[in-house]
Nanobody, 118 residues
């Protein structure tokens, strides 16, 4: 699976951004797609995930209620709608994919930078 993330940018606190991840290669029905982020000097952390086949989602506590992950079967894209952004959301955001039965995300996109100004 090849992944290409886009949509990052600079936004003021309280604003919104929508990230997109285009997936190519294998069929995605057996995969879970995830978004992760890594802030400067911090470890990469989980943000949200969606199981492609059934659309079930999971969120980190920091994202719950503000971020929404979704997928578009026809376009083979996964989106992360981010609302009510905070300066602490500033990070490089990565999309990733793993087999639904696996604990490990094997496929990673290149990352897109989100900067939230106060």
């Amino acid at each position: 699976v090849q992944l290409q993330a886009s949509g990052g940018g600079l936004v003021q606190a309280g604003g919104s951004l929508r990230l997109s991840c285009a997936a190519s290669g294998r069929t995605l029905s057996s995969y879970i797609m995830g978004w992760f982020r890594q802030a400067p000097g911090m470890e990469r952390e989980f943000v949200a995930s969606i199981r492609w086949s059934v659309g079930s989602t999971a969120y980190a506590d920091s994202a719950e209620g503000r971020f929404t992950i979704s997928r578009d079967n026809r376009k083979r894209t996964v989106a992360l709608q981010m609302n009510s952004l905070k300066p602490e959301d500033t990070a490089v955001y990565y999309c990733a994919a793993k087999a639904f039965y696996s604990d490990t995300y094997l496929f990673w996109g290149q990352g897109t930078l989100v900067t939230v100004s106060s």
